[in-house]
């Protein structure tokens, strides 16, 4: 049972899987067929192996391509980077398909209560991509609004402006959800919208 | 809005009882040790969600014999019924309000008000600093549902501004640039929490002054002051003070100033009441500070918290009993009163007399 009881370790470490659920899928895949199972194991491997992040964005891409698919289509916007803490944030943004811009990845946010530091995060290469004769116009932050969002984004904005002082830094308008009843959005996100009102 | 019926099941003492209240004055009497403050907690509980001792845990809450408690109670309000349930389990409590679980804590506790008298409040002038804050900013949010958010938040960037201290003590000299961002940060919330306290205090002061002197025959000059090291209107003047202490700062590893530091004077003929009032004094004192956030709510709002009395009476002299209950007289609101004996208390209209025995009630 050492060999379960391995299995299930390595399963509650990810995300969202606590040890009951762990379990749970130990013993599912104890019943799965051995092609089954190697299937789902070369499916795993295959992600380090093939996969790796963009020297410019930080997005996921092909470890056969120079550039991901997004900063080397030259249809695309050169002048705007939205900023975003993960790849899944990217994703949200491409799905809706109506911005048409660089990204930049940060994999993850400034948290010194989560010991994450400046060096943690992809915030140096940011500040590379603009500095001295850069294509780059608008910055745009599309961070959690919340502490540790602005945290890293008035650290960004600080570091940007010391090495390119010509660039527009924006930041995402904070809002009534589109669709929502009004008696029902959260009370200070009511505020902040009456407050920012067009 | 008023409390009509409580169903307490294994709360402490009280294993299972039905009572419906008077919408006036309710008078729970009884012997020590029978459940009457037990049962004026259980209301205290459904309207804060804390046990009256701070350091009481939810275990303590629960019936030795069981190994749950559960209050339901039904609160009228003109005419339509709201109805709370509260589970308490050794690990957590659960709030079910008008059938739904998922309730949003602020505003529920916003909604729900009780003010509690009790001979520990004393306390709020003799102990330290932190019992007054916690009355100040209990009061405040009586008044303003988003003074919770401003405190939560504070909470969180002081911790992240103690870690960050921490690490450059420990030689991480890169967090350097971080704290200079959460110093704004932490300006800014702190300057939110100043506006929000001293707003309140700036309507307060007048009524307390005035309740002071109604409750005395002495000629008193009472007065209170906000105790704090910054010049809480000028955003540069308290990031220079913040960052003039930075160095002893990093010394001690954490912050060393700000709203959490400060402190409410209370001042009598220009003395310090904590340190020169008697002990008489500091209790007239502490009932005149709950009486005017009373009214303040009440001018305010236009509504009355639910009060509740316990064992307050045999605190009291006379004439502070007197004039104590003169204004609950006058005031129109639900009142719980706990007293071991019912000729305690002054006779006045509208009472209804509760009597507990170990843990079981009987209307008389």
Same mark, same amino acid.
């Not at chain 1, 995300?15 to 795993?44: C, E, V, W, Y």
């Not at chain 2, 000059?221 to 202490?245: G, V």
């Given at each position: 049972?050492?060999?379960?009881?391995?299995?299930?370790?390595?399963?509650?470490?990810?995300?969202?899987?606590?040890?009951?659920? /762990?379990?749970?899928? /130990?013993?599912?895949?104890?019943?799965?067929?051995?092609?089954?199972?190697?299937?789902?194991?070369?499916?795993?491997?295959?992600?380090?192996?093939?996969?790796?992040?963009?020297?410019?964005?930080?997005?996921?891409?092909?470890?056969?391509?120079?550039?991901?698919?997004?900063?080397?289509?030259?249809?695309?916007?050169?002048?705007?980077?939205?900023?975003?803490?993960?790849?899944?944030?990217?994703? /949200?943004?491409?799905?809706?398909?109506?911005?048409?811009?660089?990204?930049?990845?940060?994999?993850?946010?400034?948290?010194?209560?989560?010991?994450?530091?400046?060096?943690?995060?992809?915030?140096?290469?940011?500040?590379?991509?603009?500095?001295?004769?850069?294509?780059?116009?608008?910055?745009?932050? /599309?961070?959690?609004?919340?502490?540790?969002?602005?945290?890293?984004?008035?650290?960004?904005?600080?570091?940007?402006?010391?090495?390119?002082?010509?660039?527009?830094?924006?930041?995402?308008?904070?809002?009534?959800?589109?669709?929502?009843?009004?008696?029902?959005?959260?009370?200070?996100?009511?505020?902040?919208?009456?407050?920012?009102?067009? | 809005?008023?409390?009509?019926?409580?169903?307490?099941?294994?709360?402490?003492?009280?294993?299972?009882?039905?009572?419906?209240?008077?919408?006036?004055?309710?008078?729970?009497?009884?012997?020590?040790?029978?459940?009457?403050?037990?049962?004026?907690?259980?209301?205290?509980?459904?309207?804060?969600?804390?046990?009256?001792?701070?350091?009481?845990?939810?275990?303590?809450?629960?019936?030795?014999?069981?190994?749950?408690?559960?209050?339901?109670?039904?609160?009228?309000?003109?005419?339509?019924?709201?109805?709370?349930?509260?589970?308490?389990?050794?690990?957590?409590?659960?709030?079910?309000?008008?059938?739904?679980?998922?309730?949003?804590?602020?505003?529920?506790?916003?909604?729900?008000?009780?003010?509690?008298?009790?001979?520990?409040?004393?306390?709020?002038?003799?102990?330290?600093?932190?019992?007054?804050?916690?009355?100040?900013?209990?009061?405040?949010?009586?008044?303003?549902?988003?003074?919770?958010? !401003?405190?939560?938040?504070?909470?969180?960037?002081?911790?992240?501004?103690?870690?960050?201290?921490?690490?450059?003590?420990?030689?991480?000299?890169?967090?350097?640039?971080?704290?200079?961002?959460?110093?704004?940060?932490?300006?800014?919330?702190?300057?939110?929490?100043?506006?929000?306290?001293?707003?309140?205090?700036?309507?307060?002061?007048?009524?307390?002054?005035?309740?002071?002197?109604?409750?005395?025959?002495?000629?008193?000059?009472?007065?209170?002051?906000?105790?704090?090291?910054? !010049?809480?209107?000028?955003?540069?003047?308290?990031?220079?003070?913040?960052?003039?202490?930075?160095?002893?700062?990093?010394?001690?590893?954490?912050?060393?100033?700000?709203?959490?530091?400060?402190?409410?004077?209370?001042?009598?003929?220009?003395?310090?009441?904590?340190?020169?009032?008697?002990?008489?004094?500091?209790?007239?004192?502490?009932?005149?500070?709950?009486?005017?956030?009373?009214?303040?709510?009440?001018?305010?709002?236009?509504?009355?918290?639910?009060?509740?009395?316990?064992?307050?009476?045999?605190?009291?002299?006379?004439?502070?009993?007197?004039?104590?209950?003169?204004?609950?007289?006058?005031?129109?609101?639900?009142?719980?009163?706990?007293?071991?004996?019912?000729?305690?208390?002054?006779?006045?209209?509208?009472?209804?007399?509760?009597?507990?025995? !170990?843990?079981?009630?009987?209307?008389?």
């Amino acid at each position: 049972m050492v060999i379960v009881e391995r299995l299930i370790n390595e399963l509650s470490k990810l995300p969202g899987i606590g040890r009951k659920s /762990a379990m749970r899928l /130990a013993f599912h895949l104890l019943n799965q067929s051995l092609d089954d199972l190697t299937d789902l194991s070369k499916a795993i491997i295959e992600v380090p192996m093939n996969i790796k992040e963009c020297d410019i964005c930080h997005n996921f891409m092909d470890k056969k391509d120079n550039v991901c698919s997004i900063c080397s289509d030259n249809k695309r916007n050169k002048e705007k980077v939205v900023v975003i803490s993960t790849v899944q944030d990217l994703m /949200a943004i491409e799905e809706v398909g109506h911005y048409r811009g660089q990204y930049h990845v940060l994999h993850g946010l400034i948290s010194p209560l989560k010991g994450i530091g400046i060096d943690d995060i992809r915030l140096d290469s940011l500040v590379e991509r603009v500095k001295g004769e850069s294509e780059i116009k608008e910055i745009i932050f /599309a961070l959690t609004p919340n502490t540790d969002g602005e945290t890293t984004s008035i650290y960004l904005k600080n570091s940007i402006q010391k090495v390119n002082n010509n660039i527009k830094i924006t930041q995402i308008a904070k809002g009534v959800p589109i669709g929502s009843e009004i008696e029902y959005v959260d009370k200070m996100t009511l505020m902040k919208a009456i407050e920012n009102r067009t | 809005m008023f409390l009509k019926n409580i169903k307490i099941n294994n709360f402490r003492n009280i294993q299972n009882e039905d009572i419906n209240f008077s919408k006036n004055i309710n008078i729970i009497y009884g012997d020590n040790g029978n459940g009457k403050t037990n049962l004026l907690e259980s209301i205290y509980y459904t309207t804060s969600l804390k046990p009256i001792k701070k350091k009481h845990k939810l275990i303590h809450l629960i019936n030795e014999n069981s190994k749950a408690s559960i209050i339901k109670s039904t609160f009228e309000n003109n005419d339509y019924k709201e109805i709370i349930k509260i589970a308490i389990t050794p690990e957590k409590k659960a709030l079910i309000y008008n059938q739904n679980n998922n309730t949003n804590i602020q505003s529920y506790l916003h909604k729900f008000k009780s003010v509690l008298f009790t001979p520990d409040d004393l306390m709020i002038i003799k102990g330290e600093p932190q019992k007054r804050r916690d009355f100040f900013n209990k009061a405040i949010f009586h008044l303003n549902q988003y003074y919770y958010s !401003n405190l939560i938040e504070y909470n969180k960037i002081l911790k992240t501004r103690n870690k960050i201290l921490k690490d450059i003590a420990e030689g991480d000299k890169r967090q350097l640039a971080i704290l200079e961002i959460i110093n704004e940060q932490f300006t800014d919330i702190s300057l939110k929490i100043y506006q929000n306290r001293i707003n309140y205090l700036i309507n307060y002061i007048p009524i307390l002054i005035n309740t002071v002197n109604q409750l005395s025959k002495k000629d008193f000059l009472p007065y209170l002051i906000y105790k704090t090291d910054f !010049n809480y209107k000028n955003r540069d003047d308290f990031l220079s003070k913040l960052k003039s202490k930075q160095k002893r700062e990093i010394l001690y590893k954490r912050t060393l100033t700000g709203p959490h530091f400060d402190d409410y004077k209370i001042i009598t003929n220009d003395k310090e009441i904590k340190f020169f009032g008697s002990q008489g004094e500091i209790r007239l004192f502490t009932l005149a500070m709950k009486i005017a956030h009373i009214i303040y709510v009440k001018e305010t709002t236009n509504n009355y918290p639910i009060l509740l009395l316990d064992d307050i009476s045999s605190e009291l002299d006379s004439n502070r009993k007197e004039f104590l209950f003169n204004f609950l007289k006058t005031i129109d609101s639900q009142i719980f009163i706990t007293t071991t004996a019912i000729n305690h208390i002054p006779k006045l209209e509208n009472m209804d007399f509760l009597e507990i025995k !170990n843990g079981k009630t009987n209307w008389k």
